[in-house]
């Protein structure tokens, strides 16, 4: 396996980012407080978005 390049280290960074956002957000919705969790899911979101058409912008992998 060969080891991953800067830039795709920063886009998987971004949707595991994006992903812990939106579940946190989905957490605190369960709680109770809704105007902090609609900000942390849509955010979350839009992290996921960014970093999918990132990840997609890299490029196929490299046949060996």
């Keep these: 396996?060969?080891?991953?390049g800067?830039?795709?280290r920063r886009v998987r960074r971004l949707i595991q980012v994006g992903a812990?956002?939106?579940a946190f957000?989905?957490?605190i919705a369960v709680a109770g407080d809704e105007g902090?969790?609609?900000?942390?899911?849509?955010?979350?979101?839009?992290l996921m978005i960014i970093g999918l058409h990132r990840f997609?912008?890299?490029g196929a992998d490299?046949?060996?």
């Design 1 to 4: 396996m060969k080891p991953l």
């Design 6 to 8: 800067a830039r795709e």
């Design 20 to 22: 812990c956002a939106s």
């Design 25 to 27: 957000g989905i957490a």
């Design 36 to 46: 902090v969790s609609r900000w942390l899911v849509v955010g979350g979101l839009v």
């Design 56 to 58: 997609g912008r890299l």
């Design 62 to 64: 490299e046949v060996a």
